[in-house]
């Protein structure tokens, strides 16, 4: 049996969420009021436009089918779109507070709850809730729902209740995929301050939003900063294969490398949540693995009790199998077919010049469509806009003229 620290897993989650949902509810009137950038009740009415038919659907039908999002309870609730997502936000961040304090609000239904609302706001959020960081809490979210039991009737955790393994090997793929994307699209991008290890000559003054330590690491000498960008397309690249290592030594190797980069980042730049996830399922990794080397090195000694205790399961396992073959179908099907399928078809795409193209071949946009939330994953593979384009002030060209900086 794999150990898996779920408790402060799902307590370091649901602090995530928490941060997650407290930092868009005091942006939600500025991005998405009535005058605000992007206007969600004008952007709800272009998806209703978008639909055909869509005059007789009901509520319920757009959040279940058609779009899903609990912002369409504005409607029946006589609320503004972006007065409801405040509510949304508000009813997320409650809910992960007292998923920290309470193991009862650490059951699946609460985090899928918590999954739901927050994809209720990405899918409103339009620009400003399309990186990857969202996706990456959304795809998290959507396992972690797996690792809990349903209900939880008393007060202290349910020490009783096996974690999954396949949810376990699903959290550390996804985490594998994640980093591996992340190395991938440095190198796909073709960017001359990556290919050139020039990238950190600039971007610790440049980031959106560099902390204190921005400024000494600024400072150091570029051979240092060149050193760094190595390692870290070392880290991203080919060295996150040793998070699917058959040993557990180097799996810990490959967790501790990862949480060395992401404190790194933390400590230079505030990117929100981003890495404090990231530290989360790394530093779970670590543990599991941890007590797999300690397994490793233990005295091999089974008794007979434990070897019989193991073929009587094994001997269940597939009684049930051949007395409930949809049971079996339905298993298979959803756990192999959709996520190894899923991800080796993701992974395959590294390779592709044009991911989206090669999307559209094998018919994947229709199983992505079906969940969106993996969507935004799809970005990664994308090269890095033009920075020149990215922010243009009024006014600024009477300054200096055409910014081409």
Avoid at 50 to 59: K, L, N, P, Q, V
Avoid at 145 to 169: G, M, N
Avoid at 315 to 332: D, G, I, R, Y
Avoid at 355 to 379: C, D, M, N
Wanted: charged residues 15%.
């Amino acid at each position: 049996m794999l150990h898996f620290p779920r408790e402060p897993f799902l307590i370091c989650l649901c602090g995530v969420y928490a941060a997650a949902f407290a930092s868009i509810r005091t942006q939600i009137r500025g991005l998405y009021g009535e005058d605000g950038i992007e206007p969600v009740d004008v952007f709800l009415r272009s998806v209703k436009r978008s639909y055909a038919g869509s005059r007789d659907a009901s509520t319920l039908e757009w959040i279940v089918n058609r779009f899903p999002t609990l912002v369409w309870l504005h409607e029946p609730l006589q609320w503004t779109p972006s007065f409801c997502m405040e509510v949304i936000c508000l009813v997320g961040a409650t809910v992960s507070v007292l998923g920290v304090v309470r193991p009862a609000w650490r059951t699946a239904g609460p985090l899928a709850l918590l999954w739901f609302c927050y994809l209720s706001i990405v899918q409103c959020g339009q620009t400003f809730m399309q990186f990857q960081w969202d996706s990456f809490l959304l795809e998290v979210g959507v396992l972690a729902v797996l690792l809990p039991p349903w209900w939880q009737p008393h007060r202290k955790t349910d020490d009783t209740f096996e974690t999954p393994a396949a949810a376990i090997w699903t959290l550390r793929f996804l985490f594998f995929k994640f980093m591996l994307m992340s190395g991938a699209v440095k190198i796909q991008s073709r960017c001359p301050t990556w290919l050139g290890l020039t990238a950190l000559d600039f971007h610790f003054a440049s980031q959106p939003l560099p902390l204190p330590l921005a400024w000494y690491a600024l400072q150091a000498p570029p051979i240092i900063n060149r050193l760094a960008v190595a390692v870290t397309l070392l880290i991203e690249g080919p060295w996150t294969f040793f998070l699917l290592a058959p040993h557990a030594a180097l799996r810990r190797v490959g967790a501790i490398q990862q949480i060395a980069l992401q404190i790194f980042i933390l400590l230079t730049g505030n990117y929100n949540f981003f890495n404090l996830l990231t530290l989360v399922l790394a530093g779970a990794l670590l543990d599991i693995d941890s007590y797999a080397a300690k397994d490793t090195f233990r005295d091999a000694k089974t008794t007979t009790a434990t070897q019989k205790s193991g073929i009587a399961r094994v001997e269940s396992a597939w009684n049930t199998f051949q007395t409930h073959p949809a049971v079996t179908k339905a298993v298979l099907s959803s756990s192999r077919g959709f996520c190894v399928y899923t991800w080796l078809e993701v992974f395959t795409m590294t390779a592709q010049d044009d991911p989206f193209k090669a999307l559209e071949q094998r018919g994947f946009l229709e199983l992505l469509q079906a969940t969106r939330y993996v969507q935004a994953a799809g970005k990664l593979f994308a090269p890095f806009p033009d920075p020149t384009a990215a922010l243009v002030v009024p006014g600024s060209d009477l300054l200096c003229g055409p910014c081409t900086c």
